[in-house]
C-alpha cells in the first residue's frame, strides 16, 4: 500500500505498520515486549482497538497501545504480516505533557473484566453447538497453553449458583477451584450449600467434605502418569490447579507406584552404580550414614536453597485467619522437602563411581506426590547379637532366647506400624464429630501423623496418644480404616509358613490349616491371601480395643478331677 492514510469512519484512520514507533512519554516502561496473548490476538481477529498516535513529522508515535504495536512487529518478524501493513488509529494533536497524561489515563483508568465473565466466555466458546473451539485451538487463539485453558474452562462450567457468590464475592478463587473437584454439577451445589450453612466455607471445607486430606492418594499420578493409570482402567478427576486428583481406584495406583518405585531402585543400581536403593525405607534411617560429598550449588541452586529454607522457617507458616481459622501445615512442610530433595541430588553430582559401589539410595514419595532420591546412605556395620541381657528386677545377667522362627522382620513390623498409623489418622477424620471445632482440632492432630516418614511418626505429645486416639474412635469407623490399610498381600508375602498357617487357623479354621500346612510357602501365602482376609482378620499388631474380627479361640479348661 501507498505511505499515505486511509481515511475511514469514526475518527479511525490507517497507516502503515513501518510509520509508528512507541512514543517516548508512553508510561509503560515495564512489561514491555510481544505479549503471546497479544500476538495471538491480533493473529487471529487483527488490531480492534485503535491505536493512538500523534505526528512529529517523520511518521507517527505511539502513545496509546504499544503492547498492540509490539505484537504487530512480531507478527512481521515471523511472516505473518508484511511490514507496512495497515494499522487502525486514532490520530491526535498533543503536546509532550498531553500525551503523557493521555498515556496514563489509558493504563489507569480503566476496570478489568471480573475472571467469571472472561470463565464463562471460555466455557461457551468451547460448548458453541455451532462451531464449538477445542482446547487447542483456544490455547493458539489467545496464546496460552492448554492447561490454562483447561482450568478456565473448569472455572467457567462451575454450577451458577457458585459462578454466581464468586462475582458477589461471597468466595474465593481458591474456593472456586476447589469445586472443580467435585464429580458432578449437584455436588457443586450440595458441598457448597451444606458449608454456606455452617459458616464456613473455604477451599480447605471443599476439600474436607470431598475427603481429600494431606496423605491423598492422587498425588501418585504425578509419578505414574496419568496416561498411564487411564491405560489400565482407572478414572480421575484432575486437579488442574494442585495435586489433589481423586482417582476411581487407589488399588491400582498402589500398585503402579510400587512398580514405579520398584524400577526406580533397579535403575539406580543397574544403570547408575549404586551397589543397592529401597523404597522400603526402615524407621531408623538415622542410622545410616550418609557419604561425605561436596556441597557444590550453582548460584541458581543456591538461590533456590535459600528461599525455600526461608518458607520452611517462616514462623507465619501457621493460622491463616484469611481461610476461616485453618492452620497450613503444607507450606512450610513442602518447602521443607523440596530443600532437602534439591539438597540431596546437588550432593550425588560429587559421589565418585567407587563410594557409589559400597552405598546406596532411599526412594521415596514426597508429600507433594513427587520422587525424592536420598543418595549416597551407608548400611550400619552388623553388630553381634547379644547373648546376655540384664534383668532390672532380678538384678541378675540372664541367657537371652532364640527368637521364634515365626517373629516378624523389622521390615514387616515398619511396614505394619505405617499401616497402623494411616487407619489412625483417617479415622481421626472419619470419625462422626459432635461440632466443627472438634473437626478442625481432629484434622490438625490427623496433619502431624506422618505413617510414612523417614524422621518421626508425630510429635511426642501426639504419638504418646496413638492406642488412646485409636480407642477413642467410633468402633466401626476405626476397624473399616485398620482393613482398608492393611497390606494382605504384602503381609503374608513376607512373614514365615508358621505366621501364614496360623492367620488362616484363626480367620478361618485348624482344618484349612492343615490342608495347606505341608505346601511350599508361596502356595500357603496364596492360600490365606485368598481366604483369610474376607473373615475380617487382621495381624496382633493392627488390632485396637474395638477389634471385631477372628481371634484365638480361648482354651477350654481342664476337667476337674
Not at 269 to 282: I, N
Amino acid at each position: 500500500m501507498s505511505k499515505t492514510e486511509l481515511k475511514s469512519s469514526a475518527g479511525v484512520v490507517s497507516l502503515p505498520l513501518d510509520q509508528l514507533r512507541i512514543d517516548d512519554v508512553n508510561v509503560r516502561r515495564s512489561g514491555r515486549g510481544a505479549s503471546p496473548m497479544f500476538v495471538a490476538s491480533i493473529k487471529t481477529h487483527g488490531i480492534l482497538q485503535p491505536l493512538r498516535v500523534r505526528p512529529n513529522g517523520k511518521g507517527y508515535l505511539v502513545l496509546a497501545g504499544g503492547k498492540r504495536l509490539e505484537a504487530a512487529h512480531a507478527l512481521v518478524k515471523s511472516g505473518d504480516w508484511k511490514a507496512d501493513a495497515a494499522i487502525p488509529v486514532v490520530v491526535v494533536e498533543a503536546t509532550d505533557a498531553e500525551a503523557r497524561d493521555q498515556s496514563l489515563t489509558e493504563n489507569v483508568v480503566r476496570e478489568n473484566m471480573h475472571p467469571v465473565d472472561e470463565f464463562r466466555a471460555f466455557a461457551e466458546l468451547h460448548a458453541d453447538k455451532k462451531a464449538p473451539l477445542s482446547v487447542a485451538e483456544i490455547a493458539t487463539r489467545y496464546g496460552i497453553s492448554e492447561r490454562h485453558v483447561e482450568q478456565r474452562l473448569a472455572l467457567g462450567t462451575l454450577d451458577e449458583t457458585i459462578l454466581t457468590a464468586w462475582q458477589k464475592g461471597d468466595i474465593k478463587i481458591e474456593t472456586a477451584q476447589a469445586l472443580t473437584l467435585c464429580p458432578t454439577k449437584k455436588d457443586q451445589v450440595r458441598i457448597f450449600a451444606k458449608l454456606q450453612k455452617e459458616g464456613r466455607i473455604s477451599a480447605y471445607g471443599v476439600k474436607a467434605a470431598l475427603k481429600i486430606g494431606n496423605d491423598n492418594i492422587g498425588r501418585f499420578l504425578n509419578v505414574i502418569g496419568e496416561a498411564a493409570y487411564l491405560k489400565r482402567g482407572g478414572k480421575v478427576t484432575r486437579d488442574l490447579f494442585g495435586t489433589d486428583h481423586v482417582v476411581s481406584d487407589e488399588a491400582l495406583v498402589k500398585t503402579m507406584m510400587d512398580e514405579t518405585l520398584a524400577a526406580v531402585c533397579k535403575e539406580l543400581v543397574d544403570k547408575h552404580g549404586w551397589a543397592w536403593a529401597t523404597s522400603d525405607v526402615p524407621n531408623d534411617s538415622w542410622n545410616y550414614p550418609s557419604l561425605q560429598a561436596q556441597f557444590k550449588p550453582t548460584p541458581e541452586e543456591k538461590k533456590k536453597l535459600d528461599n525455600l529454607k526461608a518458607i520452611s522457617d517462616d514462623d507465619n507458616n501457621g493460622y491463616d485467619d484469611d481461610n476461616n481459622g485453618y492452620d497450613d501445615f503444607e507450606a512450610g512442610e513442602a518447602a521443607s522437602e523440596a530443600h532437602d530433595t534439591l539438597r540431596a541430588e546437588i550432593l550425588s553430582r560429587s559421589i565418585t563411581a567407587k563410594q557409589k559401589a559400597t552405598a546406596g539410595c532411599f526412594v521415596r514419595v514426597a508429600n507433594d506426590g513427587t520422587l525424592a532420591i536420598d543418595y549416597g546412605r551407608m548400611k550400619p556395620k552388623a553388630q553381634p547379637a547379644p547373648t546376655t541381657k540384664f534383668n532390672p528386677r532380678t538384678g541378675q545377667t540372664e541367657k537371652i532366647k532364640a527368637k521364634s522362627s515365626n517373629a516378624l522382620t523389622q521390615a514387616m513390623r515398619d511396614r505394619l506400624k505405617e499401616q497402623r498409623l494411616t487407619a489412625i489418622k483417617n479415622a481421626l477424620i472419619a470419625h462422626p464429630h459432635g461440632n466443627d471445632l472438634a473437626l478442625m482440632l481432629a484434622r490438625i492432630v490427623a496433619s502431624q501423623i506422618t505413617p510414612s516418614s523417614r524422621y518421626n511418626n508425630a510429635p511426642d505429645a501426639v504419638s504418646k496418644c496413638f492406642d488412646a486416639i485409636a480407642d477413642g474412635i467410633a468402633p466401626k469407623v476405626m476397624n473399616a480404616a485398620l482393613r482398608k490399610a492393611f497390606d494382605p498381600k504384602g503381609y503374608f508375602a513376607g512373614v514365615s509358613k508358621g505366621l501364614a498357617l496360623a492367620a488362616i487357623t484363626e480367620g478361618v479354621n485348624a482344618d484349612e490349616a492343615r490342608k495347606v500346612s505341608n505346601k511350599k510357602k508361596g502356595e500357603i501365602a496364596k492360600a490365606a491371601l485368598a481366604n483369610v482376609p474376607k473373615t475380617g482378620w487382621l495381624p496382633k499388631e493392627l488390632r485396637t480395643a474395638h477389634y471385631d474380627g477372628p481371634k484365638p479361640k480361648a482354651k477350654k479348661p481342664a476337667p476337674k478331677k
